[in-house]
């Protein structure tokens, strides 16, 4: 069964604490993704991993980091959180290359306080 | 720079109604639109799909018209059901990277 799970799926925090949102997949699945959303933007991409240790900027990265040390496993790493990084975000895998099929947990919703 | 559109922000059809969700791109490399939809509470999971050499793509009652000269599309739910109250994103793909709109929130009332 195809399935990202994140956790944890709810967290508070408070301003200047470490975050760590993780991410994992069952589809061996090469490219993941971290994007978080917002009322009235949508889904915006903070970072697309391609494998292993191959990691690259998406739209939003500033304050954030990522890390893959496992084709199954993605995190999101907050250092010194800010109360605007309250948001949901969601991690998606990708199943074939040049197309939108994306596979995404049901979220990570985070407060900050 | 928004590069993907949507509206209406939200929607509200009748039952049985056909309702019309717009979206337009800026970018003419993107050659991939793909659909979500999203349940409060869930990740977007995808709907339908089509690729910038089509102009039409059906899916039972679900149906994209794209119009690649005015970088335009649209997604027609016919026989719109309570169950399909919804949000609806509009995204795009070049390569790895998938760039989402801001969404079309649709209430069907019975």
């Known amino acids: 069964d195809m399935k990202v799970t994140q956790m944890p799926r709810y967290l508070i925090k408070r301003m200047g604490e470490n975050v760590l949102l993780e991410c994992g997949q069952d589809?061996?699945?090469?490219?993941m993704y971290w994007y978080r959303q917002d009322p009235g933007l949508g889904l915006q991409l903070i970072y697309i991993?391609?494998?292993?240790?191959?990691?690259s900027e998406g739209d939003i990265p500033k304050g954030y980091r990522v890390s893959r040390k496992k084709r199954e496993h993605f995190s999101l790493i907050l250092d010194s959180a800010k109360t605007n990084q309250t948001s949901v975000y969601f991690c998606?895998?990708?199943?074939?290359?040049?197309?939108?099929?994306?596979?995404f947990g049901e979220g990570s919703k985070l407060t900050v306080l | 720079q928004q590069q993907v559109r949507q509206s209406p922000q939200s929607l509200t059809v009748w039952e049985g109604e056909t309702a019309i969700l717009n979206c337009s791109y800026e970018?003419?490399?993107?050659?991939?639109f793909p659909w979500y939809q999203q349940f409060p509470g869930e990740g977007p999971a995808l709907l339908i799909s089509?690729?910038?050499?089509?102009d039409k793509k059906e899916d039972g009652r679900f149906t994209i018209f794209f119009n690649k000269r005015e970088k335009k599309l649209s997604l027609h739910i016919t026989d719109s059901q309570p169950g399909d109250s919804a949000t609806y994103f509009c995204?795009?793909?070049?390569?790895?990277?998938?760039?989402f709109g801001t969404g079309t929130s649709l209430l069907v009332d019975p």
């Open positions: 998606a895998s990708r199943g074939q290359p040049n197309t939108g099929q994306l596979y």
């Open positions: 589809m061996s699945h090469e490219t």
């Open positions: 991993s391609y494998d292993v240790d191959s990691n």
């Open positions: 970018d003419s490399t993107f050659n991939y």
């Open positions: 089509i690729r910038s050499v089509s």
């Open positions: 995204a795009a793909n070049m390569g790895y990277k998938l760039t």
